[in-house]
């Protein structure tokens, strides 16, 4: 059994359908990315996953145990899994980012300051903040809001991590750094689910693809390199900016970095 | 309500054609004064210097002294120098010259939202000194000036129920009448409460309405 | 045109200064009572949909479209009708906190309108409640995004205290009216005493502007 498991997602906006019998499967340590057309339900389809957009219907399998997304106490559940990094991050202005990461460890999960500090503090280093933790946010870069943010995810210590278009913010360069980041975690054993625009991103990073369009799942690629073997994967992204058999290795850190 | 009279209807509506005398008044004195001082604050001539400052001055002193004070101030002014006026007279002045300077900050500030591009492209353009303003710095001026300064209006002529203090039959002093005239004083209050939410509560609509009109341009 | 005499009244300065600090007692009394009166009811309007939303800004809109002064009367005249007996002071106090209850609480929830919509969802993923999300996130950023407009209504407060005096109590503008009428120079004592007033202003005017400058450099 996979250890991410949806099925049968529908999403009602008033008489709209915005998902409609959406899912996809993911084993532990992948990179699931979603693409589509604008308006075709991904960022939807991502909120569902965390309980942030209540859903008429669906089903959830989390490392195989079964929830039911339509039910009022499955948000709880869901997001003791999973974390979510928001497009325009959302990290709170009148915090220092030290506490923007503290915050949820010491409040709900009642960790010590110190403890939390710690391991705060550790984040940041790998993230290359190290020297960013006493700062408000509103004078970091783009990039730097974005490691936060997911640094700040990263400290509720999920198994499954969501983020919307971590990419569409970041000049290429800082693209490839989260594509590396990204890549690491995963490597550690946390799946990743990310919406994107970004197309030589998603077939560089992605281990499996899900294709939406108009509220549904109109194609799903697994395997590295599935962006190529799919047509309707392949046709959207050479319409989109992106080269469907792009080499993974645009991944590999820049020599003169 | 049966117990009002005749006599004590006419009372109450005078009282409040008295309010909205004082906050009429006040306001149109308070309007032309404003325009002065910000047109003082504005200018750029040297000789004004002194006059700039005298403006400054003023707007920043008489915003932090409480109206009861002010309307004092004037009111034993208005005797010592051995002016023969009303109470209401006395009272309209005081607003004027209070509403002068809140009305001040409001149309210097507003007209300072203008970007200085435009002022500058207007100067390009070779546009007289009316027309910068009729044209180009008082249509955009005006979203930054009109609701703050009807919110403010609106403020006012609660604070004009001081006016009591000095004399004045207002709405909350034939309250006090009626009451002391042997009306239930329940009633009266309730009574005079409704009268200036009837007063205050369309203007404040009118206010948040514009403020919302201007929001969407 | 008799001349002006400040002599009876720089003779009592010391009297009249004592009543500066029942001013700034009065309007601080009023304004941190009005404030967790206020927090309450912006809390209620964001919160709900229904009646406890539209009973919270109907509070505001009564209180703002009507004179503060008819208000402290309410108050002054109803609680003894109601067998609770307190001082002016209190009266005035109490009727102040009601009126700045309702501006704070539109000010509260305008700038809690202005927090970003993103906050609330990241604080629910962040696994924070409803109480922890206000305290911790809500209300502290709103609260610097309001603070000028917070010190304002300060301000504002201050000016609106004077309104005691009317009431008997012994605050700045009442010691100015007991001075004027024992020695009667009111003209003079109201010219010293406006100029406290707006000398008392300048210096909040400072603080407040110190008080943010150290918060902003605190964080
Ligand atoms: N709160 C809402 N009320 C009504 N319709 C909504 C709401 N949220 C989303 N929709 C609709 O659902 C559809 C999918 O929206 P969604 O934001 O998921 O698209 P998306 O694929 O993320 O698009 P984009 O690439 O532009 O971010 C859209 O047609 C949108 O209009
Ligand atoms: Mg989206």
Redesign the interface.
């Known amino acids: 059994m996979p250890y991410i498991d949806v099925r049968d997602v529908c999403v009602r906006h008033g008489k709209n359908e915005t998902l409609r019998q959406a899912g996809f499967d993911a084993e532990r340590g992948e990179i699931v990315s979603f693409i589509g057309p604008s308006g075709s339900g991904k960022t939807t389809f991502l909120r569902t996953l ?3 957009q209540p859903v008429w219907r669906g089903q959830m399998g989390v490392d195989g145990r079964i929830v039911d997304m339509a039910a009022p106490a499955s ?1 709880r559940i869901l ?1 003791e899994q ?3 990094v ?1 497009q ?1 991050y ?1 990290l ?5 980012v030290l ?1 923007n990461l503290t ?2 460890p010491t ?3 009642k960790r010590s300051r110190r403890d939390a500090e710690h391991e705060a503090r550790a984040l940041l280093e790998r993230l290359g903040l190290a020297n960013k933790a006493d700062v ?1 946010p509103a004078d970091l870069s783009g990039g730097q809001k974005q490691r936060v943010a997911i640094a ?1 995810a990263l400290m ?1 210590r999920p198994t499954l991590l969501l983020l919307d278009e971590p990419t569409s913010a970041l000049d290429p360069h800082k693209v490839r750094d989260v594509g590396v980041l990204l890549r690491d975690l995963a490597q550690d054993g946390m799946t990743i689910v990310q919406v994107s625009h970004a197309m030589n991103v998603v077939s560089s990073l992605s281990d499996r693809i899900v294709l939406l369009e108009d509220g549904q799942v109109r194609a799903v690629g697994k395997g590295r390199g599935c962006a190529a073997q799919l047509p309707d994967i392949a046709a959207f992204m050479n319409t989109h900016g992106g080269d469907a058999a792009a080499d993974p290795a645009g991944l590999r850190p820049d020599p003169d970095h | 309500m049966i117990a009002f009279s005749h006599y004590d209807i006419a009372l109450l509506f005078q009282a409040m054609v008295r309010t909205v005398e004082l906050s009429l008044g006040g306001g149109v004195l308070g309007i032309a004064g404003a325009i002065i001082l910000t047109a003082l604050r504005l200018s750029d001539m040297r000789g004004m210097l002194p006059l700039r400052i005298l403006a400054v001055v003023y707007v920043q002193t008489i915003r932090r002294i409480p109206f009861i004070v002010t309307l004092y101030i004037v009111f034993f002014c208005a005797g010592m120098m051995g002016l023969d006026v009303s109470a209401t007279v006395v009272a309209i002045g005081s607003i004027g010259l209070i509403a002068a300077a809140y009305l001040c900050e409001i149309l210097h500030g507003g007209v300072k939202t203008v970007p200085v591009e435009q002022v500058e492209a207007a100067l390009v353009l070779n546009l007289p000194l009316w027309a910068r303003w009729r044209y180009v710095i008082g249509p955009q001026a005006m979203s930054a000036v009109v609701p703050p300064a009807i919110g403010y209006l609106v403020l006012f002529i609660k604070d004009t129920a001081l006016a009591s203090q000095i004399g004045v039959v207002e709405l909350s002093q034939a309250g006090v009448i009626l009451s002391n005239r042997g009306l239930p004083s329940a009633q009266v209050f309730c009574m005079v409460l409704l009268l200036y939410f009837a007063i205050s509560y369309p203007l404040t609509c009118l206010s948040r309405l514009l403020e919302k009109r201007i929001a969407v341009h | 045109m008799t001349g002006l005499d400040f002599h009876p009244v720089f003779t009592r300065l010391l009297f009249l200064l004592g009543g500066v600090g029942v001013t700034v007692l009065i309007a601080g009394l009023a304004f941190v009572f009005g404030l967790l009166l206020a927090v309450g009811l912006a809390v209620l309007r964001f919160e709900n949909q229904g009646t406890w939303r539209r009973l919270s800004r109907s509070y505001s809109t009564a209180l703002t479209n009507t004179p503060q002064l008819s208000q402290i009367f309410a108050v002054f005249y109803c609680l003894p009708l109601m067998g609770v007996m307190v001082s002016p002071f209190l009266s005035v106090v109490i009727g102040m906190t009601l009126n700045a209850a309702a501006y704070l609480a539109d000010i509260l929830g305008a700038g809690m309108a202005r927090v970003p919509a993103v906050y609330h969802e990241v604080a629910l993923t962040l696994g924070l409640n409803r109480r922890q999300t206000y305290l911790r996130v809500i209300l502290p950023y709103a609260g610097r995004t309001m603070f000028p407009a917070l010190a304002n209504h300060f301000q504002i407060m201050i000016l609106g205290s004077a309104m005691a005096s009317i009431f008997g109590v012994e605050d700045l503008t009442g010691r100015a009216y007991d001075i004027g009428s024992t020695t009667f120079r009111v003209l003079e004592v109201m010219l010293v005493t406006g100029g406290l007033y707006a000398l008392l202003s300048f210096a909040l005017t400072g603080v407040f502007s110190l008080f943010r400058r150290t918060m902003e450099r605190m964080v």
Request: net charge positive; glycine share 12%; charged share 10%.
């Open positions: 965390i309980g942030l948000a997001r999973a974390a979510i928001f325009q959302g709170f202005g009148h915090m220092s506490r915050l949820a409040v709900v999960a408000l700040r509720l």
